[in-house]
């Protein structure tokens, strides 16, 4: 028997109720040309309303079929940007709750959009995937690399549709850069860079612990991640850069555009990293690094990943960018397009130029919707995105241990390295228990 849908059971089921005589409806709404009927929508309900929440809410209200069910937010601030946000797109008032395990205690929620801070990543997304939501999950997947493979063996054992929020898998002009190399045109390629000059990241500066405020449940906030006396700095936006919470730039930008040098590659893991930087430029509360470089060390090529906080003269004249090494040319490539530079001694291959097509979010969104209702695996699948937020953690792992890392790809683990190896997992704080976490 082919599957069948919750929703579309359920709708079987009333329709034969009604034909039967058994139920009444006061109100059947007719669909008008190009516009999705009732039984055509998706209801979403968004976990995390916070600036990336809300800039990923809207691109899913671009999809004519999404309503929003219900927004979770610790902050009441948050929660009425979400409702002004519905209404801004002529969308019905969801319902409002601070905590999360009440969204997917919802049986008319069919997906979950996860837009958390990275430490409150994959528990959402794994009891999302034990209640049978289709999960969209921001990247970073996890805030640490079995919190990750947690995530991926939930979406599997419960045969969930999970994309994780790295749009760059999507853009039309990475993908035919990517091809170009995966056909041997750019021949053999030895090495790939990528990198993240920010001149618009501003020092935190120093503030003191404070009162935490009102409308907020800090409490819930911190969630599974160490008890801290609040602090403006630790909060909201600014999280990224403590360990206790996420991965500084590494996680933030890095996924991203490790995301991109993937796509050019073999699908293989590194065998050891190694980085080294701290923070040179900054003066501030942050713990994590704002000059970073990281080596990883792959069977066929090496991969050099570089950040720098309050600059914006990167190589190749981009404040950001990814470049492919080969031996016929290299491929330089950012968000404003992608430039083929022939070997001047070989000259087999045409140099050429192709812009970038701009915003890819919205075709990251609708791949993702697509497959929920194929059932196929969308473009960043939780395979592709655990291994690229690996990627990343395990740069963060040796700048932190300051030792080279020898990785097991196959058991997860760092070879000889107790204390590295320990930075693989997390200690939840009681009551909080993530399913599926191996160590912790």
Not at 161 to 183: F, L, N
Not at 279 to 296: A, C, G, N, W
Not at 331 to 353: C, M, R, Y
Request: net charge neutral.
């Amino acid at each position: 028997m082919s599957e069948i849908t919750r929703r579309k059971f359920l709708g079987q089921t009333a329709l034969a109720a009604l034909a039967a005589g058994t139920i009444q409806t006061p109100f059947i709404r007719v669909a008008r040309a190009g516009e999705p009927g009732a039984n055509d929508k998706i209801r979403l309900g968004l976990i995390g309303c916070g600036g990336q929440g809300q800039v990923d809410l809207k691109c899913f209200f671009g999809n004519p079929e999404i309503d929003c069910a219900v927004i979770a937010d610790v902050d009441d601030a948050h929660l009425a940007k979400g409702i002004e946000l519905c209404a801004d797109n002529n969308r019905p008032k969801p319902d409002t709750v601070k905590d999360f395990r009440r969204v997917l205690d919802r049986k008319d929620v069919d997906v979950v959009l996860i837009a958390t801070p990275d430490h409150w990543h994959a528990l959402p997304m794994v009891m999302a995937a034990q209640a049978g939501k289709d999960i969209y999950v921001e990247k970073p997947l996890a805030k640490t690399i079995d919190e990750g493979r947690a995530m991926l063996t939930a979406a599997q054992k419960y045969n969930r549709v999970v994309q994780m929020g790295s749009q760059w898998r999507s853009a039309p002009h990475i993908i035919e850069a990517a091809e170009i190399i995966k056909s041997g045109k750019l021949g053999k390629v030895s090495l790939a860079r990528a990198w993240a000059f920010l001149d618009w990241l501003p020092s935190i500066g120093h503030v003191a612990n404070g009162p935490v405020p009102a409308g907020v449940d800090y409490d819930l906030w911190l969630g599974p991640a160490p008890l801290h006396a609040f602090n403006q700095n630790r909060f909201h936006f600014n999280f990224r850069w403590f360990w206790d919470y996420a991965g500084g730039l590494m996680t933030d930008w890095g996924v991203h555009l490790l995301n991109m040098v993937s796509m050019g590659l073999p699908p293989e893991n590194p065998k050891s990293v190694t980085a080294a930087g701290g923070k040179f430029i900054l003066d501030d509360d942050s713990e994590t690094p704002d000059s970073l470089v990281t080596v990883y060390d792959y069977a066929s090529c090496q991969v050099i990943w570089e950040h720098r906080a309050g600059l914006n003269n990167g190589l190749n004249n981009r404040s950001w960018g990814v470049e492919w090494h080969g031996t016929e040319g290299n491929i330089i490539l950012n968000d404003a397009g992608f430039e083929l530079v022939t070997e001047p001694k070989k000259a087999n291959i045409p140099s050429q130029k192709k812009k970038g097509q701009g915003d890819p979010r919205p075709a990251h969104v609708r791949n993702f919707l697509d497959c929920c209702k194929s059932r196929q695996q969308p473009a960043l699948n939780l395979e592709i995105g655990h291994r690229v937020s690996t990627l990343a953690h395990l740069g963060n792992i040796a700048y932190r241990t300051g030792h080279k890392i020898v990785w097991d790809d196959v058991a997860e683990k760092v070879v000889g390295d107790h204390a590295a190896d320990k930075l693989v997992s997390v200690k939840y704080r009681k009551p909080w228990h993530l399913p599926y976490l191996r160590r912790g």
